[in-house]
């Protein structure tokens, strides 16, 4: 009992810390955008929405803080590709945080556009930017993590054969892998499980890893980007839709034991289904990660806001913010894992509805 | 808005490292994990399967134990009633025997004795009777000397004999 207080205690005093020493970034995130504008000293007003987007959007480089003229971050590559100019490829550092235009290229407001000599935008260069951003470095550095930790403990099985009693690591992800397993895979796809396990725990420990990382403060907010679970969704719509049989399809194009006039009304509404199963994922785990991105975000700048009326009045009012953010980071590290797992158990449920009733009439014909 | 615009560099990059991981997953992680749990769980459902074997096992040795323990009992009861038996029986056979032989040497004691008896008896008689008649003779030819005496004697005799 002790023991998990002195727990709990550790885990809320490690969130507050890491609350605290990300807050300078935000104390002076907002006159850094507008440093240009504004001449040093001057008041500083907070646009909360502002700072709350640019911390939960994707960057061409890690910004954690911006003390005066000194900026705090770490540059990314930078690639770009254009039919009229081909590619190019350099740092983030050359844009000097969205000051200066190189090789023809500025970055405006977090977009990368094509310019002119003279610094006005270029309408006519099309640009596609497939830059490493922070979201693409952090998402790799968490996969390669990933793929490290999950090969040594496959290497521990390996070494030990499965008649040994897992431990260390190994203990920690054998319990996760066995629910996706038992409670994800053998619930809802019955005897088939095994075909699609590797792909469930993938997208599982992919969307779990992630997660987590999304969480740790200045880093990047992976998983509540749509691009990215707008991919996740695509991957699992692709195995979806080769999972399907003859009786997903009759179903769709001609819905079996009602009036034709019905089954013609029914024949939109069911190939919309098709597509927003996967949208749904999409949303689903978008909305959740950048939900509670926002929430934290937001009690953190209320204290500024405050703080800007009057400093006793953000200072007083610090410790209960500071708690809400608490309170709500700590259901982040849950909501990290429901969403993983939310994510894999509707991927295997649809899944299964493509092919759940085929199986069952084949078993039918066997009998 | 800008946040439900997905940048087309992390879709790319996703895509890739999705399925680069994907697969790099699947050969080096999935496949052993998996299938070092599945070896363990039909390991331990072998074990236990095993175990209640053994435990049926070995209800049924004891089982088979007490049939024979309890055959074992009954057969020494019976081995030592036999004995039993048999050895009366031969401890009365064997005073059968005896008293049948004792009955036997009596009997022929007996009749050895009443045989001896008798030949001792014929004997005496025989000895008694040739000293009789050889005193008789020697008496006789004395007292038969002369012819009366021979008369009254005989005379005697005649009338013993009646007597007898």
Known sequence: MVLKHVKSLLVAAFGLFLLTISMPSFASDAPGHEAGAHEAGAPKAINPSEVIMEHITDGHEFHFFTLGDFHATIPLPVILYSPERGLSVFMSSAFHHGHEAHNGYKLEHGHIVAVKEDGTPDEAVHVYDFSMTRNVVQMILALVILVVLMTKVAGKYKAQGGKQAPSGFQNMVEPVILFVRDEVGKTNLGKKYEKYMPYLLTVFFFILINNLFGLIPGSANVTGNIALTGVLALISFVVIIFSTNKHFWGHIFWFPGVPVPVKLLMLPVELMGIFTKPFALMIRLFANMVAGHVIILSFIILIFIFGAMNSALGFGSSPIFIALAVFIYLIEVLVAFIQAYIFTNLTAVFISQAFEHGDHHDEHGHH | ?164
Request: proline share 1%; no cysteine; charged share 30%.
């Open chain 2, 1 to 164: 808005m800008e946040l439900l615009q997905p940048g087309l560099g992390l879709l790319v990059w996703n895509f890739v490292a999705f399925i680069v991981v994907f697969f790099i997953l699947k050969a080096f992680a999935w496949k052993p994990i998996l299938k070092s749990l599945q070896e363990r769980e039909t390991g331990i459902a072998d074990a236990i399967a095993s175990a209640d074997k053994a435990k049926a096992e070995m209800a049924q040795l004891k089982n088979e134990n007490e049939v024979l323990l309890q055959q074992a009992r009954e057969e020494r009861a019976r081995m030592i009633k036999e004995a039993k038996e048999q050895a009366d029986k031969m401890v009365s056979e064997a005073k059968e025997k005896a008293r049948s032989e004792y009955d036997r040497i009596v009997a022929d004691a007996q009749l050895a004795i009443t045989q001896q008896k008798n030949a001792a008896l014929t004997d005496v008689k025989n000895q008694v009777g040739s000293l009789v008649i050889e005193v008789a003779e020697k008496v006789l030819r004395k007292e038969l000397a002369d012819k009366s005496a021979q008369e009254v004697y005989i005379k005697k005799l005649a009338e013993e004999v009646k007597l007898n």
